[in-house]
């Protein structure tokens, strides 16, 4: 059709595009300004919410996922929701509250199977490497094993028991004769799954899953543990202690 | 602007026959929606997730290509699948005409064109007058949040996700923002939301610009200047020239990638001034 086609098309004159172009773009700014607020403060997930097992580091997570819902529907425990507007997680997003459903830890991991873009990793080999989160005996003091009770829940119902969540033998000071069974996690193995705090007992768990920026602690950089740097040279890295002549008085 | 739209179509082709592609354009909008609803509802799984991605009958991946793209800006580079399932849908739409998601497909264009029917009704001439091209520069816009703050920013107040993911997995408080859709196409700006703003729509204008299928206006030396298809058309500007332009040398087909093949002009035509053909037969017309 373009042998069709008028000589001249209508022209715009200078001043008329640099109006248009103008109006798009300070309105097209000020519209991409005040997403852009709203993008960086619900940026930050809730602590409560829990991304899937294998999902990336929340910023990648944030720009990878498509927010399709396809792991919701793969999962078979109703385990996964999708945000909502104005909710702690970003709009679309896939998550989990532990108390709520935990993650039931299918060996198939059909959510990762599901996901297109690769947002939930397919590097995620084994669901028992998955780090969904880390789960910290938060309330020591409401804890029914620190009163000396044998509750144990957390530790029995762990995927993992006796090597994600241990219990740790402590004096029970109160009695002065009995022992309190701490239970402890161990954050290289434990998954993040969340049924430990789904099953506390208490109104509001003592244990809960954490994402690990929040649960975890970061050693320096620079810091150095004297007997593994040992271990690893084969032997003391400084020279043996100056053993500096005693004098005593009455010595001469 | 008219109270009664088609009317003289509706005479003489019947009710159904002035409806026609409407009716089909919202079975398939709602036929959409359901077989996306089916699975979560009733477990039968034709369609999994949504339209920022999906998987028909379990094998064929689906994705939606400007999602991929905001993806891609964050700085993202995705799973094959998601690449494969973006190229059907752009392939799908770079033949059937782009913008036919919206007006097929795209589950806000129930709420904008209920808009627009009420603005008609309770004759709302009043429009603030904004640039159609508004929704190329909100595009661009979408496009270079990501890159800046490695997010897809635009996702989290895109209504057409809201609407269709909420449908599917809970709207929460998703309604606001349609509401809001709503009010601002009834009150502020016809056609205001789809015609001007949304950046999906601009998307796709783009994608479907050399698409084949187009509507024609092949008879259009019968058009009786109702102005009905102007009335209907959610993209009035794409009709001028193919209708009057005969004068300044314009063909009758409607080559705009404005145009949503939403024929609804087909519907309320009295005079059967258009159809819908493909660029190709029309080019071969020309040269005998």
């Known amino acids: 059709m373009a042998a069709k086609k008028p000589q001249a098309p209508r022209k715009t004159s200078r001043r008329q595009f640099i109006t248009d172009v103008g109006r798009g773009v300070c309105g097209s700014s000020l519209l991409g300004l005040g997403l852009a607020t709203y993008s960086k403060q619900s940026q930050s997930l809730a602590a409560q919410c829990l991304r899937p097992p294998g999902a990336l580091t929340e910023e990648e997570f944030l720009a990878a996922c498509v927010r399709c819902g396809l792991c919701v529907e793969a999962c078979p425990y109703d385990t996964l929701k999708l945000g909502k507007i104005f909710e702690p997680v970003t709009t679309g997003t896939p998550y989990f509250d532990a108390n709520v459903i935990p993650c039931e830890m299918c060996e198939d991991i059909p959510c990762q199977t599901a996901c297109p873009t690769g947002a939930i990793s397919p590097e995620l080999k084994s669901i028992d490497d998955a780090q969904m989160g880390l789960a910290v005996l938060i309330d020591r003091e409401n804890c029914l094993n620190t009163q000396g009770l044998r509750c144990d829940i957390c530790h029995r119902v762990c995927p993992l028991i006796d090597e994600a969540i241990t219990l740790e033998i402590e004096r029970n000071t109160r009695t002065g004769f009995h022992a309190m069974f701490i239970p402890t996690v161990h954050s290289e193995l434990c998954t993040g799954c969340g049924k430990c705090e789904h099953a506390c007992p208490l109104e509001e768990a003592a244990i809960k899953v954490l994402p690990l920026e929040i649960a975890k602690g970061e050693l320096g950089h620079h810091y150095r543990l004297g007997w593994i740097e040992k271990n690893q040279a084969g032997g003391s890295l400084i020279d043996e202690v100056l053993d500096l002549p005693d004098r005593l008085p009455g010595t001469k | ?288």
């Not at chain 2, 929606?33 to 699975?39: D, I, K, T, V």
């Not at chain 2, 890159?147 to 993911?165: D, K, Q, Y």
């Not at chain 2, 796709?204 to 092949?218: D, E, H, L, T």
């Not at chain 2, 209708?243 to 040398?249: D, I």
């Open chain 2, 1 to 288: 602007m008219k109270a009664s739209v088609g009317q003289e179509a509706i005479d003489k082709k019947g009710w159904l026959g002035a409806h026609k592609f409407l009716l089909l354009r919202r079975v398939s909008q709602l036929g959409i929606l359901a077989l996306f609803l089916m699975g979560p509802l009733y477990d039968i799984w034709i369609l999994k997730g949504n339209l920022s991605s999906s998987v028909l009958l379990d094998t064929i991946p689906m994705t939606d290509p400007f999602m991929l793209l905001q993806s891609l800006s964050a700085g993202h580079t995705p799973e094959l699948t998601a690449i494969i399932g973006a190229l059907i849908v752009f392939s799908f739409y770079f033949i059937f005409g782009g913008r036919v998601f919206c007006s097929w497909v795209c589950p806000v264009n129930l709420i904008t064109d209920s808009a627009h029917w009420l603005r008609r009704k309770l004759k709302i001439r009043a429009s603030t007058k904004l640039s159609r091209k508004t929704r190329f520069w909100v595009l661009a816009m979408t496009l270079i949040l990501p890159f800046i703050l490695g997010t897809m920013a635009w996702e989290l107040i895109n209504p057409v996700s809201i609407f269709h993911r909420g449908v599917i997995f809970g709207m929460g408080l998703g309604w606001v923002v349609l509401v809001g859709i709503f009010l601002f196409d009834l009150m502020l700006v016809e056609h205001g939301w789809c015609g001007h703003i949304c950046p999906l729509g601009a998307f796709y204008n783009i994608v479907g610009r050399y698409s084949p299928i187009k509507v024609s206006a092949y008879q259009r030396d019968k058009c009786d200047k109702c102005m009905d298809c102007f009335t209907v058309c959610p993209e009035p500007q794409v009709l001028k020239m193919p209708l009057f332009g005969e004068g300044k040398g314009y063909g009758p087909m409607i080559e705009s990638a404005d145009c949503t093949n939403c024929v609804r002009c087909i519907d309320v035509c009295s005079q059967d001034v258009f159809k819908i053909t493909t660029r190709l037969p029309i080019m071969a017309e020309v040269k005998q």
